[in-house]
């Protein structure tokens, strides 16, 4: 499903697509071709293998901004007879199914209201200003993906500017210096940001992936936490099914495919399989 409207009017999209195509010019045409030269085999090779990281960076870039995060169909109602569904998010006061007022809909499980995008979104994770659009069931394995290649890609820039610096040849030293510093000292105050930013965001969400939750199932987890210790039990979150499962579950069952764009495991977003699942599973002792 894709989204209605443009992004035209979105000041941080257009500074990410100004960043990749700065990084990518400097990168190919300045880092690698002072560095191997690009009628080089090992420049036309960084540059082949700098391209194809920088294009699936860029698809699936626009993927997670274009791409719905998932709606609640206006006919849903949760099923409490359902023996199938063993378990039904409610309001943290009253004991009540979960009802958004804002857009007159039960909530599923794992959904939220954005007050960004003014609706429900389907295991929704958190609204991103960098892609102007929630990160949710639809799109995260997406938003993942892009920020994979995209700590690669700056990962690989930020070598070849050191690897340029230290190898630069001698020759024409002179002419055009200033212009290639500027190049260099921009690059530099972009990439090493940018390294550590998107390198941390990629841990988390890995983390995330590992447990299976999203960031707000994380934040809600730290409060239930404590109030499961507070009463004197244990709190363990529903979906986490174990880490190979987690991996399966949100990136697909296929491996080769983790770091490949296809959503097709992803289901209706109105489900989730829990560890109450197997738990009903197991014969009766």
Same mark, same amino acid.
């Given at each position: 499903m894709k989204r209605r409207g443009g992004i035209g009017s979105s000041v941080p999209v257009t500074v990410v697509v100004l960043a990749i195509g700065f990084i990518y010019f400097s990168t190919v045409f300045v880092f690698i071709d002072r560095w191997f030269g690009l009628a080089s085999s090992p420049g036309l090779m960084n540059a082949a293998a700098f391209t194809a990281v920088a294009l699936m960076c860029v698809f699936n870039y626009v993927a997670s901004v274009f791409t719905d995060p998932g709606r609640v169909p206006p006919t849903f109602v949760p099923d409490v007879e359902d023996a199938e569904t063993p378990i039904h998010e409610i309001k943290r006061k009253g004991g009540d199914l979960r009802y958004c007022q804002k857009c007159s809909l039960y909530k599923p499980p794992r959904a939220h209201h954005c007050r960004v995008c003014k609706r429900c979104v389907l295991r929704m994770d958190h609204h991103c200003i960098w892609i102007n659009n929630c990160v949710g069931n639809a799109n995260y394995k997406v938003f993942f993906v892009f920020v994979v290649y995209a700590v690669t890609a700056c990962i690989y820039s930020l070598v070849l500017l050191l690897g340029s610096l230290i190898n630069e040849p001698e020759k024409d030293e002179q002419e055009n210096e200033d212009s290639s510093r500027t190049i260099y000292v921009v690059s530099a105050l972009l990439l090493v940001p940018l390294c550590i930013a998107l390198s941390v *965001?990629?841990?988390?969400?890995?983390?995330?992936?590992?447990?299976?939750?999203?960031?707000?199932?994380?934040?809600?987890?730290?409060?239930?936490?404590?109030?499961?210790?507070?009463?004197?039990?244990?709190?363990?979150?529903?979906?986490?099914?174990?880490?190979?499962?987690? *991996?399966?579950?949100?990136?697909?069952?296929?491996?080769?495919?983790?770091?490949?764009?296809?959503?097709?495991?992803?289901?209706?977003?109105?489900?989730?399989?829990?560890?109450?699942?197997?738990?009903?599973?197991?014969?009766?002792?």
């Amino acid at each position: 499903m894709k989204r209605r409207g443009g992004i035209g009017s979105s000041v941080p999209v257009t500074v990410v697509v100004l960043a990749i195509g700065f990084i990518y010019f400097s990168t190919v045409f300045v880092f690698i071709d002072r560095w191997f030269g690009l009628a080089s085999s090992p420049g036309l090779m960084n540059a082949a293998a700098f391209t194809a990281v920088a294009l699936m960076c860029v698809f699936n870039y626009v993927a997670s901004v274009f791409t719905d995060p998932g709606r609640v169909p206006p006919t849903f109602v949760p099923d409490v007879e359902d023996a199938e569904t063993p378990i039904h998010e409610i309001k943290r006061k009253g004991g009540d199914l979960r009802y958004c007022q804002k857009c007159s809909l039960y909530k599923p499980p794992r959904a939220h209201h954005c007050r960004v995008c003014k609706r429900c979104v389907l295991r929704m994770d958190h609204h991103c200003i960098w892609i102007n659009n929630c990160v949710g069931n639809a799109n995260y394995k997406v938003f993942f993906v892009f920020v994979v290649y995209a700590v690669t890609a700056c990962i690989y820039s930020l070598v070849l500017l050191l690897g340029s610096l230290i190898n630069e040849p001698e020759k024409d030293e002179q002419e055009n210096e200033d212009s290639s510093r500027t190049i260099y000292v921009v690059s530099a105050l972009l990439l090493v940001p940018l390294c550590i930013a998107l390198s941390v *965001l990629l841990g988390w969400h890995i983390y995330l992936i590992l447990h299976n939750k999203t960031t707000i199932e994380y934040h809600e987890g730290v409060r239930a936490m404590w109030l499961a210790e507070k009463g004197g039990s244990v709190y363990n979150h529903p979906y986490d099914l174990g880490a190979y499962e987690n *991996l399966t579950t949100v990136l697909g069952p296929n491996i080769l495919s983790w770091v490949c764009p296809t959503s097709t495991h992803i289901g209706s977003g109105l489900r989730f399989r829990t560890s109450y699942d197997d738990l009903a599973a197991l014969p009766n002792s």
